[in-house]
């Protein structure tokens, strides 16, 4: 049995994996059929845009409220740096704690002594991750959607490996995004939402910030 609660006690990122799980990445003339719709050019321009501030964010910090399905909440504190690198402290008395190291993504739970790791390649976590993000030519990409003052992109994962979605939502002023927010629904349908806020650059992140230890008390005591 696994000894993670979905989703009560995960971050949405740890449910993003769990609904994405990684399946081989097929090179450019396999495909398996196009999963976006046809965008016109008004999206393609908003993909684009989005594009191009993600890549901007090549090292930050804020606070993050979590939002569950079932409207219970966590907070704490993210770090992200790129390529493939984030960290999600949560406030105590929450034990758990995900980290990506550039190619594995661990949830540890303090508490119990455990890390579950995820393989990072695939997962939705490379809409943030990616050291050169083009959403233009990302089949995965399913809506733009455009409303007054925010923007937001959907990305699907529908294979028979898995499926769920996560939604990366903007401030848009007409001159500038912010990310605010992702919400992700995971294969059984549960949603679970993370608000951002205090985002601001942090160019000298601790590079031990990022590295996994394994908690396990088996392994510490055959050291």
Same mark, same amino acid.
């Given at each position: ?50 594009s191009a ?12 409220l ?38 594995? @993504?661990?949830?540890?739970? +303090? &508490? %119990?002594?455990? $890390?579950d *790791? ?7 976590? !490379? ?16 809506? @733009?959607?455009?409303?007054? +003052? &925010? %923007?937001?992109? $959907?990305? *699907? ?7 769920? !979605? ?26 679970? $939402? ?30």
């Amino acid at each position: 049995m696994r000894r993670l609660a979905f989703p009560s006690l995960l971050a949405a990122l740890a449910l993003a994996l769990a609904a994405f799980q990684p399946v081989r990445a097929a090179p450019a003339h396999e495909g398996a059929g196009p999963i976006a719709p046809r965008f016109s050019e008004t999206q393609r321009g908003d993909l684009k845009r989005i594009s191009a501030y993600l890549n901007t964010l090549q090292s930050i910090e804020g606070r993050f409220l979590q939002i569950a399905a079932d409207g219970r909440s966590e907070q704490g504190t993210f770090y992200l740096k790129k390529p493939g690198r984030m960290r999600f402290e949560y406030q105590k008395p929450n034990p758990n704690l995900i980290v990506a190291d550039g190619s594995t @993504v661990a949830v540890q739970n +303090g &508490a %119990l002594h455990t $890390t579950d *790791r995820y393989p990072l390649l695939n997962s939705p976590l !490379r809409l943030l991750l990616a050291a050169n993000i083009d959403l233009t030519n990302d089949p995965r990409i399913a809506a @733009v959607t455009h409303e007054q +003052g &925010a %923007l937001s992109v $959907t990305a *699907r994962e529908n294979s028979a490996a898995a499926s769920g !979605r996560i939604t990366l939502t903007f401030a848009d002023s007409g001159a500038t995004l912010e990310l605010r927010q992702w919400e992700v629904l995971d294969a059984q349908g549960s949603r679970t $939402t993370v608000v951002l806020n205090g985002v601001h650059e942090a160019a000298d992140i601790p590079a031990r910030l990022f590295v996994i230890e394994d908690l396990s008390p088996f392994k510490k005591n055959a050291r």
